[in-house]
DNA sequence: TGTTTTGCGATACGATCGGATTGTAAAGAG
DNA sequence: CTCTTTACAATCCGATCGTATCGCAAAACA
C-alpha cells in the first residue's frame, strides 16, 4: 500500500474551500476549478477524493450542518440550554454564522432539486424543532402538541429574522429583540 | 422608421419565460440560450431587448414585483383588506405563489451580489411592512413603533412559514394555523 | 422608389465548465 | 529489489456559456 493520507481530512478542506467560494461569490461560482485553485491543490485532486462535483456539493452540505450545531452548542455553552440563547445563536449576528447563513442560503435552492440535501435541511430542521419543543416545555411548562406548535413558530419566525438580518431589512440587535418581544407574549413566559 | 413593436410587451414575455424556468430547475438553467429557446424565439432577439444577462435577470425581478403584489391584492380582493387574509396570501399555498416564491427564492442571493436587485427585495419589504403596520394599527388599536414592530415580527414569521412550506418541512394549512395561533396572541386580538 | 433605420436570425468567438484520460512519483508488500 | 497500488498532476475533450458581429428583410420616410 502506497501514501497514505487522511481521506476525511482532504474531503474536509475542500469542502470548507468550497464553502469560503459559496459565501463570498455564491454557489455558482463553484466549480471544480475555482474550489481547487482556492485550496492551492490541483483540479485532479478534488477528483480523486469526489466523484463528481454533486458529490461534492452534497458533502459539504452535511459538514455545514455539523458547523451549524457547534454554532448552536457554543452560544449555549455555559450553563443550561436557554430558550432565548439558543435562539438568537441561530441569528447571523457574527461574521462567522453569517457566512454559515449565506451557505445554508445558497444551497437552499439546490434542496429542491437534490433529495439528499433536501434530506439534510428536513433532518436539520427536524433535530432543531425537537431541542426547541423540549426548551419549551421545560421553561414555559407546555408539553406535548402546544409545545411543538410553539416550537414551530419559533423556528419560523427566527429562519425569518435571519433572512431579514441577511438582506440587511433588520439590524441583528432588532431580530434579537423582535425574538425577545415574541418570548414575552408565551403563554407561560415571564 | 421601420417595423413598430412594443418592446415592453417583448421584455415582459422573455422575463416571464426566465421565470418559468427560474422556478422549474433554478437560476443557473438560466441562459440566454435557454430563454431563447423556451419562448420560441431566437438567441439574437433576446440580445436584442436586453443588453447583457444582467439586464435581463434584474427585469424578471423588477416585473415579479408586480407579480407578487397583484397576488396579495388578489387574496385581498373584496372586502376592506384583513390582516390575517394578507399574511395567509403570502404563503405559497397555490402553485401560482408556489412559482413566485421559488423564483423570489432563486433571486435571494442575487440580492446579495446585485445592488439593484437587492433595491427591489428592499423595496417590496417596506412596501409590506408599511402595509402591514397600517393593518395592526386598524385592526389591533396599535400605533407608532408598536405597529411597526408588529408588523416585522409578523412578516419574518410569514416568511420563515414560506419557507418552511416551500421545503415541505410545514404544511400550508399548518403554516395558516401557525399565524392564527399567533394573531390571537396578540395584544388588542379577538 | 430609393434610402435609411430597425428587428432579429445566424453564426462565430473565446472562456469556462464537468468529466475522462493519462502519466508519474512515492510507498508499503513480497 | 521488484511489483503493485495509491495519490495526484497534467492535459484533453465536448458542451455550453455570454457576447460580438454580420447580414438581410421589412417598413416608414424621403
Known amino acids: 500500500m502506497p501514501k497514505v493520507v487522511d481521506h476525511e481530512e482532504r474531503r474536509r478542506r475542500i469542502a470548507e474551500t468550497l464553502r469560503r467560494i459559496a459565501a463570498d461569490e455564491g454557489l455558482e461560482a463553484v466549480s471544480l476549478g475555482q474550489v481547487a485553485a482556492a485550496a492551492g491543490i490541483s483540479k485532479g485532486q478534488v477528483q480523486h477524493y469526489f466523484p463528481n462535483k454533486d458529490a461534492m456539493l452534497r458533502y459539504a452540505v452535511r459538514t455545514l450542518r455539523d458547523q451549524v450545531e457547534r454554532q448552536v452548542a457554543a452560544g449555549a455553552a455555559d450553563a443550561p440550554p436557554d430558550l432565548r440563547t439558543v435562539l438568537v445563536a441561530l441569528l447571523p449576528l457574527d461574521d462567522e454564522s453569517r457566512t454559515e447563513a449565506l451557505v445554508a442560503n445558497a444551497f437552499v435552492w439546490r434542496a429542491f432539486k437534490d433529495d439528499e440535501i433536501a434530506a439534510w435541511f428536513r433532518a436539520g430542521y427536524e433535530q432543531l424543532r425537537e431541542a ?39 439590524t441583528g440587535d432588532e431580530a434579537a429583540e423582535l425574538i425577545d418581544l415574541h418570548l414575552r407574549r408565551l403563554p407561560g413566559g415571564r
Chains 1, 2 share one sequence.
Open 132 to 170: 426547541l419543543a423540549a426548551l419549551v416545555e421545560a421553561e414555559l411548562g407546555l408539553a406535548g402538541l402546544d409545545a411543538a406548535r410553539e416550537a414551530d413558530l419559533l423556528l419560523a419566525l427566527t429562519a425569518g429574522l435571519a433572512d431579514a438580518v441577511l438582506l440587511g431589512h433588520r
